[in-house]
């Protein structure tokens, strides 16, 4: 890993969310990636430890599963900026699309769109870190659920492939927004290797994904209009 940056890998026992921040060692700029809202405090002390100073707060996607963190950290960030994709029918400071790329001191942050799970679903690229932050577009040996949220299992096959595994090289890191088996990173080379469902053909994928008969999340009734107004309940 580069000298000049700083990670963390932070996990919400309650929803098995993982949360990221990334940071400048030089500025002390730094990103967080969808944090949780019961969390926010935690967050907000570990980063004010590690003398960063959060400018921006993204959300990969608008959760189904728990409250996006990212307003409740404006009272201990105020200047801090909320990301989410321009596709999702959500507010934040910053709409997001394919390409954009964001300065957080020295380290860039490139912006994917890989729908699917949701329709407004981004990946966000460190070729810094040497890591894509999938969300839950690409889970660790799974991929995201694609029976709400305008979800698509042709268009999450498409954009896992187009924008993730066909694209970085093999020693990137995946770091995905859950992991409910205490898993806590991945690579491409990994899920190329052993994903079982997004390395069949996309036929069989989709037929897979069809199959899955998940319940709906526990907290879904309140997460959906919470997170579309950025976490602001
Ligand atoms: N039981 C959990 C929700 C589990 C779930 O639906 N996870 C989502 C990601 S959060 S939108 C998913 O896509 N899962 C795919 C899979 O294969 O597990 C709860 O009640 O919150
Ligand atoms: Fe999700």
Same mark, same amino acid.
């Given at each position: 890993?580069s000298?000049?940056?700083?990670f963390?890998?932070l996990?919400?026992?309650e929803?098995?969310t993982?949360?990221?921040?990334?940071?400048c060692?030089?500025?002390?700029?730094?990103?967080?990636?969808?944090p949780?809202?019961?969390?926010?405090?935690?967050?907000? @002390? !570990?980063?004010k430890e590690? %003398?960063l100073n959060l *400018?921006?707060g993204?959300?990969?996607h =608008?959760?189904?599963?728990h409250i996006?963190?990212?307003?409740?950290?404006k009272?201990?960030?105020p200047?801090?900026k909320?990301?989410?994709?321009g596709k999702?029918g959500?507010?934040a400071? @910053? !709409?997001?699309?394919?390409? %954009?790329l964001l300065? *957080?001191g020295?380290?860039?942050?490139? =912006?994917a769109?890989?729908p699917?799970?949701t329709?407004?679903?981004?990946t966000?690229?460190?070729?810094?870190?040497?890591a894509a932050?999938?969300?839950?577009?690409?889970?660790?040996?799974?991929?995201?659920?694609?029976?709400?949220?305008?979800?698509?299992s042709?268009a999450?096959y498409?954009?896992v492939?187009?924008?993730i595994?066909d694209v970085?090289?093999?020693?990137?890191?995946?770091l995905?927004?859950?992991?409910?088996e205490?898993?806590?990173?991945?690579?491409?080379?990994?899920?190329i290797?052993?994903n079982?469902?997004?390395?069949?053909s996309e036929e069989?994928?989709?037929k897979?994904?069809?199959?899955l008969?998940?319940?709906?999340?526990?907290?879904?009734?309140q997460a959906?209009?919470?997170?579309?107004k950025d976490?602001?309940?």
């Amino acid at each position: 890993m580069s000298k000049n940056l700083i990670f963390r890998q932070l996990i919400d026992f309650e929803s098995f969310t993982y949360t990221y921040i990334l940071g400048c060692a030089k500025t002390r700029n730094a990103v967080i990636i969808d944090p949780v809202f019961e969390q926010a405090k935690r967050d907000a @002390k !570990l980063a004010k430890e590690l %003398d960063l100073n959060l *400018i921006y707060g993204l959300n990969t996607h =608008v959760h189904a599963d728990h409250i996006t963190g990212t307003s409740k950290l404006k009272e201990f960030f105020p200047a801090m900026k909320s990301g989410l994709s321009g596709k999702s029918g959500g507010v934040a400071d @910053k !709409l997001l699309k394919q390409g %954009d790329l964001l300065q *957080i001191g020295d380290i860039e942050l490139e =912006v994917a769109e890989t729908p699917g799970h949701t329709d407004g679903c981004l990946t966000f690229i460190s070729h810094q870190l040497r890591a894509a932050f999938t969300g839950d577009a690409l889970l660790i040996r799974g991929c995201g659920r694609t029976d709400f949220q305008q979800g698509s299992s042709r268009a999450l096959y498409q954009s896992v492939h187009q924008k993730i595994l066909d694209v970085l090289p093999e020693d990137y890191r995946i770091l995905v927004g859950h992991n409910y088996e205490g898993i806590l990173e991945s690579t491409v080379g990994e899920e190329i290797k052993f994903n079982p469902r997004i390395m069949k053909s996309e036929e069989e994928f989709v037929k897979i994904m069809s199959e899955l008969k998940l319940a709906h999340p526990k907290q879904i009734q309140q997460a959906l209009p919470a997170n579309l107004k950025d976490g602001d309940i």
